[in-house]
């Protein structure tokens, strides 16, 4: 495993959820610099960090330097200038964790189009600096190779998407030939490691990877699976993390549309979490789906390892979230199993009253109002 010195700031699931990118990454953390402001001109620390992180430097021999923000490329280049080693900022420690979990065709081009998404949107930045003369020569390119390497990009970037709009046209196949047989779709989704995969385990009786390593589920998976007698089939999705950039959304699209054509969305909840914890990342899943357009009405907010709290906190825990306001929610358990039962009844009962609007909708475009 390679070493990394971490840059992040001081609050304590902010440090959680960095060393848990880290180690899914595949790097050890020797040392942890917290600071409560990461966005500085122009090494996004101050003089003083920098000189504290040269020091730290010498002893710990690290293979990289983690800054858990998003760096401009100036900023990148002036770390990497300083300090003679390679700088990875928030957005490209996920790429590395997206490219190492990648086990599919199409998450490798989504991964692909994520990564050259990254780059061209520091590209002009990276010409720009060329033509100061600030940055000669970066990644092996000459002054005048520069232009060329930024159109290489947009040219891979087309490549790519085309790739992308054949698999989702297979995809579209697929969801055809599913509404034809009748089945209703489930899809999970939530912040990454929140339970997703877990409890798609224990519905489907399959043997998912579920550590709690993030964004172990890039790809797909879709399994039959009976609700109450009833067939269905049910997905489990990429999870979402805070400070998700449009255009890793974007890659992802031809996965997360399956939320769009989904019967129900059930969005897993890690009750165990902190009150703050719960509340930042219920903002970032909730703001993630109505980017990708999920309906309110499909969604079932599914509050996870319920089994470590009590009735009172979990209670408060939905009122903190404001689900109790039109939103269908339920507390669970994908370990112990506890309230499964009661979650394919809430299950079952959509289906029902979904088949009954549409049996009335169609009565009313035959016989009208």
Not at 55 to 63: E, G, Q, T, W
Not at 82 to 88: C, D, H, Q, R, V
Not at 229 to 234: F, M
């Amino acid at each position: 495993m390679n070493s990394a010195i971490l840059i992040t700031y001081n609050e304590d699931d902010v440090v959680r959820e960095a060393l848990a990118l880290c180690d899914s990454a595949g790097y050890k953390v020797l040392h942890n610099i917290k600071h409560h402001f990461l966005q500085a001109p122009k090494y996004g620390i101050s003089a003083g960090k920098i000189q504290e992180l040269k020091d730290i430097m010498v002893s710990a021999k690290p293979d990289v330097i983690v800054f858990d923000e998003v760096l401009k490329p100036s900023q990148n280049y002036n770390l990497a200038s300083e300090l003679k080693i390679e700088i990875l900022d928030r957005q490209a420690l996920i790429l590395k964790i997206f490219e190492r979990r990648s086990n599919s065709a199409e998450s490798k081009f989504q991964i692909n189009l994520a990564q050259l998404r990254y780059e061209k949107s520091r590209a002009k930045e990276k010409v720009r600096l060329a033509r100061m003369g600030e940055q000669p020569g970066f990644m092996g390119l000459g002054m005048f190779e520069v232009d060329v390497y930024y159109n290489d990009i947009r040219r891979r970037i087309v490549n790519t998407k085309s790739k992308l709009v054949k698999v989702g046209k297979q995809r579209e196949l697929h969801r055809q030939a599913r509404k034809r047989l009748g089945f209703k779709i489930i899809s999970l989704a939530g912040y990454t490691s929140a339970g997703k995969t877990t409890l798609f385990n224990f519905l489907t009786d399959e043997k998912q990877d579920a550590s709690n390593e993030l964004f172990t589920t890039l790809s797909t998976t879709t399994r039959r699976v009976s609700i109450n007698q009833e067939a269905a089939l049910i997905s489990d999705t990429v999870g979402f993390i805070s400070k998700l950039p449009a255009y890793m959304i974007e890659a992802f699209n031809s996965t997360l549309e399956e939320l769009l054509y989904a019967d129900i969305v059930l969005v897993m909840i890690d009750a165990s979490d902190t009150l703050y914890e719960l509340q930042k990342k219920f903002k970032s899943c909730f703001k993630t789906l109505n980017e990708i357009g999920v309906e309110l009405d499909k969604m079932i907010f599914v509050l996870n390892k319920s089994e470590l709290l009590d009735d009172d906190y979990i209670l408060k825990i939905v009122d903190i979230l404001g689900l109790r306001e039109d939103k269908k929610w339920i507390a669970i358990s994908a370990v112990t199993g506890k309230n499964m039962k009661e979650l394919k009844k809430l299950i079952a009962k959509i289906f029902q009253n979904n088949m009954s609007q549409k049996i009335n909708n169609a009565g009313e475009k035959m016989y009208g109002n």
